[in-house]
């Protein structure tokens, strides 16, 4: 861990000296006097530290990893640095926007316009770009920002590139009446210019998804929405293989969801990530209560030996997951969601069975690691409270119950020391009790409306 801490500051940083180089390049490129270089160079330097510093407080989920954190640099690099150069041949064929769409799309939508809006204006102060032009980047950079995450499907990328061109040749016309009043001098060839670069950056941003992917081994919220579909074949095989499992799946990915909304997390990723949770248990569905018609599997078994079993599904789970090709942190979820815990119903009979011997715990314990995001940390304790509320009786709908089963399992688990290792606060525990109740709350008040109808026919 030590080791990654360390390498997380160094991104930044590297990432830094590398915008700082290319100003330097930049400004010398336009002639700046050298007073003035050294001047706008400090103001570029003290707000980038200042921003980075913010940036990896504030967006610490969404920076996580520091694969994300290196791809982050490399987005902002590609929109700048090419524009330090082609500002010299013509001012709109800047691909500033190509960083705006590259986070947003990657990454995460605040992120994108928060960098939006500071690089555009580091950009300013490193180049100077009319304020028409500058104002054109911005505008449109907004826009990109807000229409990229309405994309769901691969159709609607022709709109938004369209409408991103559209919108910047009006402004580049908007930019001249600005200036002049009315269209005389207009330069026609420049207002296609920055069309053709509205519509470069959405298809270059869009079609290299894959790439990025590939190259920083993380998921897109596009990867995650397919790898959602109950078409996937690995869903395909949990419903025929093993319905309960499925259909547990299914419960806790609803409460991830909804709690991770709440919180601000991932709630794609916590949803996918709890879809995928238990796919370890498909190929020995038996030894899991949710997938037994009466007869149990472990009244033959020792303690330890139901227990080693039951701790398997985790292992089997990620080797099946990298046969399917899942992605990194939809393995880290399926690894991390008992975290170190010990299989508590096995090591109970064991100690009742064991005559006054000493049990080893060690064997009853899952190998871990604890999860180290709050995506893997809220399916964590989704998938607790579903577990735990199987034993509940559905029918008496007694919502204090619930309270209090939601309120007992989260306790459980941070007593039992699962929670440490992963960003989640202390103060979002309540927001995500409050979010589990709200999806029971929803399931009961499904079923009283059913019955009604059923009784009305
Ligand atoms: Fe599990
Ligand atoms: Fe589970």
Not at 22 to 42: D, K, P, Q, W, Y
Not at 324 to 344: C, M, R, W
Request: glycine share 6%; hydrophobic share 50%; net charge negative.
């Amino acid at each position: 861990m030590k080791g990654q801490d360390k390498l997380k500051q160094i991104i930044p940083i590297m990432g830094m000296l590398i915008f700082i180089v290319f100003a330097v390049i930049g400004m010398i490129n336009e002639s700046v006097h050298v007073a003035e270089l050294i001047t706008r160079l400090i103001l570029v330097s003290t707000i980038l530290t200042l921003v980075a510093y913010i940036f990896n407080t504030y967006y610490e989920p969404e920076l996580s990893s520091n694969y994300v954190h290196i791809m982050y640099w490399t987005f902002i690099l590609i929109g700048f640095i090419p524009s330090i150069f082609l500002l010299s041949i013509n001012a709109y064929i800047l691909p500033i926007l190509l960083t705006t769409a590259l986070i947003t799309t990657m990454i995460d939508s605040k992120l994108g316009l928060m960098t939006h809006l500071v690089v555009s204006f580091l950009l300013l102060m490193v180049i100077s770009l009319p304020l028409d032009i500058y104002m054109m980047y911005v505008v449109a950079g907004l826009f990109v920002n807000y229409v990229i995450p309405y994309v769901k499907k691969r159709q609607q990328i022709v709109y938004v590139a369209l409408s991103t061109t559209l919108l910047m040749m009006l402004l580049v016309i908007i930019g001249h009446l600005m200036q002049v009043g009315n269209l005389v001098g207009f330069n026609y060839a420049n207002m296609f210019l920055a069309g053709l670069n509205g519509m470069l950056v959405i298809v270059l941003a869009q079609g290299s998804e894959p790439m990025w992917e590939t190259i920083f081994n993380i998921t897109s919220q596009a990867q995650l929405i397919e790898l959602g579909s109950a078409n996937q074949p690995l869903m395909k095989r949990l419903l025929v293989e093993a319905p309960g499992t499925y259909h547990h799946s299914m419960m806790v990915a609803n409460l991830a969801e909804k709690a991770a909304i709440d919180i601000q997390a991932n709630y794609q990723l916590a949803r996918v990530g709890a879809m995928y949770h238990d796919i370890g248990k498909i190929e020995e569905p038996k030894y899991f209560s949710e997938n037994q018609n009466g007869e149990n599997i472990h009244d033959d078994l020792s303690p330890d030996a139901s227990a080693h079993y039951i701790i398997r599904h985790i292992e089997k789970g990620v080797s099946l997951a990298k046969e399917y090709k899942l992605p990194k942190n939809i393995i880290d979820i399926i690894k991390e969601h008992h975290g170190d815990s010990v299989v508590a119903y096995f090591y109970n009979k064991a100690v009742s069975h064991s005559d006054g011997f000493d049990i080893d715990v060690e064997k009853f314990k899952y190998a871990g690691p604890k999860p180290q995001t709050k995506e893997a940390a809220i399916v964590m304790l989704a998938d607790c409270v579903d577990a735990a509320a199987k034993g509940f009786n559905m029918e008496e709908r007694d919502m204090d119950q619930i309270v209090r089963l939601i309120d007992q399992v989260i306790l459980t688990v941070v007593t039992n020391h699962q929670l440490h290792a992963s960003p989640l606060r202390f103060d979002e525990l309540p927001i995500i009790a409050n979010a589990f109740l709200q999806v029971y709350n929803g399931l009961y008040h499904e079923r009283v409306k059913y019955d009604r109808e059923l009784i009305e026919q």
